[in-house]
C-alpha cells in the first residue's frame, strides 16, 4: 500500500519501527519489585528488571529516541513485560504510545553509543540522569525472529481531576521482531531519580547480562483486561509528574474569592 493512500487508522493499526537498542537485565528487590505491578498483573519467577536506551526510524512517528525501566510480569500465562517508566525524546512518539497502547511516556532526552565492542547508553530527564548503562560485547549472535510481549495501562484522569474517568485498560502488546544482529556480553546499569521520576527507588541488586540488538518491530496491540478505577488510581497518579510540586503560585498571594 502506498502512503498516500494509507488511512490514519492503517497508520495507527499496523506501527513498524526500525532501529538500534542496549538493553540491561538485572535482578531487583523482590518486595519492590511486587508493590510496583499493578493487578491483575502476575510477578514472574523471579524479579528481573530490564532498563532500555535505543533510538528508532518509524512509519508513524518519525524518528526519535529515547528509553525505559521495566519489569517482568505474567497475565493469563504469558510472560512479558511492565514499563514503570518511558521517556522520548519527541512528542509524536510520547502521544503514540500513551494513546494508543497506554504506555507511560514522558519527554525526555538520551544517547547511545557502540564502539567496537564497548556500548553505552543514558536518560536524563530535567537535569537528572535516571539511566546509564554501560556494556562489554561479544561476537554478532546472528539473525533471528522472536515475538515479545508488552503490558500497559490505558488510564484518563476525570475531567474534576478526582479518580479516573472509568476502568484502566490492560492492554498487550506483541512486537513481532527481527533481528538484524544481536551482540550479548556483561554490563553495568545505574538508576537515578528526579522529582516527577523515581527510577532509582528500584534496586540493582545483581545486573545478569547485556545485549544491543539491531531490530525490527512490528506491533500489534489489543485489550485484554480492565481494571477498576479505584484499584488502578495510585498507579496512575505514580506514572504521572507529581502536580504538587509544579506550584508556582506565590502562598502569600490572597486567593481570588
Known sequence: MTPFLRTPSDVLAAPRFVGEQLLVRF?????????????PLEPAEEPIALAAVGRWRSNCVGDYAGGSVALSAVHAGDAGGFAVGMWMDSEPAVHFGREVFGEPKKLGTS???REGTRAHGWIERGGVRLVSLHATLGEDQGASNIDRLAFNYRARTAADGRGLAGPAILT???FATRL??????????TLRSGPHDPA???PVLE????EYQVHDLRANCVPSDEVPAAEFLLYHLG?????RLLDTLDPNQEERS
Open 27 to 39: 535482578r531487583t528487590d523482590p518486595q519492590v519489585y511486587r508493590r510496583l505491578l499493578p493487578p
Open 111 to 113: 544517547g547511545l553509543t
Open 172 to 174: 498487550r502488546t506483541t
Open 180 to 189: 538484524e544482529a544481536r551482540f550479548t556480553g556483561t554490563g553495568t546499569v
Open 200 to 202: 532509582g527507588e528500584i
Open 207 to 210: 545486573v545478569l547480562g547485556a
Open 239 to 243: 506514572r504521572q509528574d507529581d502536580w
